[in-house]
């Protein structure tokens, strides 16, 4: 099984005959998708063979190789099929026209990505007997390692002066397991931060002020609306809101695995978040952050973008990482004099409450993964009291002293 997605990468400044061949074969594409799109107009023509028949020996005549011209078929087509698709759902529309946007459309056989040292290649193939012309790509770091997966239908556009070619990366759905050292990197979600992310060496936060103020900025719309009786107003914000929190949760998650695939065999370590709100008690603006929150959004989110890139995701309980002692393991509410400072009552460790529950997560998520998953069951009543210590003391087992997670 496969999962197929989309990179954009730019052609490294084309040299003005490649550029003119660009631009004179977007031109000729253009133009057969547009004969293509006439003929379906005139003579009523739906399905994909029709239409083939149509355009596919005109788009040959005009010197488009074969992938070419099957590919402007296969525009026409769906530009086609679009419209009678609207027609169908009675919205007013009117027949498609070619877009000045429409790029080549380079089929599979007609193009390869090859590395060449430190470089990639887009090698496209003009006709049967004239050599492949030659575009070096501007491939950003984050996509090297996807090149070689190319496969597919791709397609060559022009974004104001530059030209770009979307390539369609072939991913195997298989995870490869990694032998040797592990880096755990431990992911702490909160309020006042959204998130705090602890690597070996470094902490990162996110502040979580901004979603905050977002939220009680369309909480205080949508009072306002109500009180007009404007559900309409109300309906249409909601759309709003929603997709300014993915987007965030997108950018965080994004940057959290990209910092993650520096690290030597990265191990991330998210909190299993199932009931939290049962475990919330605040005031009533609290339990509607707590609620409306797009926690899970963020965990699935790295969870996805981090199994597309291989790093193997551990979840761990996170009851009472927020009052643990990563140091001696001393687990107390007195530890947490306020809300965003820890102080072991027991060792006199201190540090961000934020960063200790960072660190409590990465250690959990490393003790899972010797010891397999613990027991994810949470008796009623019975909550929080729960240290690092107890499971190994146990067995008789010593954990691991993660001092190198703790900076002094
Ligand atoms: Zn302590």
């Given at each position: 099984?496969?999962?197929?997605?989309?990179?954009?990468?730019?052609?490294?400044?084309?040299?003005?005959?490649?550029?003119e061949?660009?631009?004179?074969?977007?031109?000729t594409?253009?133009?057969?998708?547009?004969?293509?799109?006439?003929?379906?107009?005139?003579?009523?023509?739906?399905?994909?063979?029709?239409?083939?028949?149509?355009?596919?020996?005109?788009?040959?005549?005009?010197?488009?190789?074969?992938?070419?011209?099957?590919?402007?078929v296969?525009?026409?087509?769906?530009?086609?099929?679009?419209?009678?698709?609207?027609?169908?759902?009675?919205?007013?529309?009117?027949?498609?026209?070619?877009?000045s946007?429409?790029?080549?459309?380079?089929?599979v056989?007609?193009?390869?990505?090859?590395?060449?040292?430190?470089?990639?290649?887009l090698?496209?193939?003009?006709?049967?007997?004239?050599?492949?012309?030659?575009?070096?790509?501007?491939?950003?770091?984050?996509?090297?390692?996807?090149?070689?997966?190319?496969?597919?239908?791709?397609?060559?556009?022009?974004?104001g002066h530059?030209?770009?070619?979307?390539?369609?990366i072939?991913?195997?759905?298989?995870?490869?397991?990694?032998?040797?050292?592990?880096t755990?990197?431990?992911?702490?979600?909160?309020?006042?931060?959204?998130?705090t992310?602890?690597?070996?060496?470094?902490?990162?936060?996110?502040?979580?002020?901004?979603?905050?103020?977002?939220?009680?900025?369309f909480?205080?719309?949508?009072?306002?609306?109500?009180?007009?009786?404007?559900?309409?107003r109300?309906?249409?914000?909601?759309?709003?809101?929603?997709?300014?929190?993915?987007?965030?949760?997108?950018?965080?998650?994004?940057q959290?695995?990209?910092?993650?695939?520096?690290?030597?065999?990265?191990?991330?370590?998210?909190?299993?978040?199932?009931?939290?709100?049962?475990?919330?008690?605040?005031?009533?603006?609290?339990?509607?952050?707590?609620?409306?929150?797009?926690?899970?959004?963020?965990?699935?989110?790295?969870?996805?973008?981090?199994t597309?890139?291989?790093?193997?995701?551990?979840?761990?309980d996170?009851?009472?990482?927020?009052?643990?002692c990563?140091?001696?393991?001393?687990?107390?509410?007195?530890?947490?004099?306020?809300?965003s400072?820890?102080?072991?009552?027991?060792?006199?460790?201190?540090a961000?409450?934020?960063?200790v529950?960072?660190?409590?997560?990465?250690?959990?998520?490393?003790?899972?993964?010797?010891?397999g998953?613990?027991?994810?069951?949470?008796?009623?009543?019975?909550?929080?009291?729960i240290?690092?210590?107890p499971?190994g003391?146990?067995?008789?087992?010593?954990?691991?002293?993660?001092s190198?997670?703790?900076s002094?």
């Amino acid at each position: 099984m496969y999962n197929t997605e989309c990179v954009t990468v730019k052609l490294a400044n084309p040299t003005k005959c490649k550029r003119e061949w660009l631009e004179q074969t977007a031109n000729t594409f253009s133009h057969i998708v547009q004969i293509g799109l006439n003929m379906a107009k005139q003579e009523c023509l739906f399905s994909r063979v029709d239409i083939h028949n149509a355009v596919y020996h005109t788009a040959r005549d005009f010197g488009l190789n074969a992938e070419c011209a099957r590919m402007s078929v296969n525009a026409a087509v769906s530009l086609t099929h679009m419209y009678y698709g609207l027609r169908k759902v009675q919205k007013r529309v009117s027949f498609p026209k070619v877009r000045s946007s429409q790029g080549i459309g380079l089929g599979v056989k007609a193009y390869k990505v090859v590395q060449s040292k430190s470089r990639f290649i887009l090698f496209v193939s003009v006709s049967k007997n004239s050599p492949h012309l030659r575009f070096p790509l501007c491939v950003p770091n984050r996509y090297r390692y996807r090149m070689p997966l190319v496969y597919g239908d791709a397609k060559l556009f022009q974004r104001g002066h530059d030209w770009y070619v979307s390539l369609p990366i072939r991913i195997p759905q298989t995870p490869t397991v990694c032998d040797g050292e592990h880096t755990f990197i431990g992911v702490d979600l909160g309020i006042v931060k959204h998130a705090t992310v602890s690597f070996p060496d470094k902490v990162l936060f996110f502040n979580g002020k901004p979603a905050r103020q977002k939220r009680e900025h369309f909480a205080n719309l949508r009072r306002r609306y109500q009180k007009h009786h404007r559900l309409d107003r109300v309906r249409q914000r909601k759309g709003k809101e929603t997709n300014w929190m993915t987007d965030l949760n997108h950018k965080i998650s994004r940057q959290i695995v990209d910092l993650s695939t520096l690290y030597s065999n990265p191990v991330i370590v998210l909190e299993q978040l199932d009931g939290i709100r049962n475990h919330v008690h605040g005031s009533k603006k609290f339990n509607r952050m707590i609620a409306s929150w797009a926690f899970r959004q963020l965990i699935d989110f790295i969870n996805y973008k981090a199994t597309r890139e291989n790093i193997p995701v551990v979840f761990c309980d996170p009851r009472g990482t927020s009052k643990t002692c990563p140091k001696c393991g001393h687990s107390t509410r007195s530890n947490r004099p306020t809300q965003s400072q820890f102080r072991c009552v027991a060792c006199g460790y201190q540090a961000s409450a934020d960063y200790v529950g960072a660190c409590n997560i990465t250690a959990r998520g490393l003790y899972a993964l010797v010891h397999g998953p613990s027991d994810m069951a949470r008796p009623q009543g019975q909550t929080e009291e729960i240290s690092l210590q107890p499971d190994g003391a146990q067995t008789g087992e010593q954990l691991p002293v993660y001092s190198n997670l703790v900076s002094s």
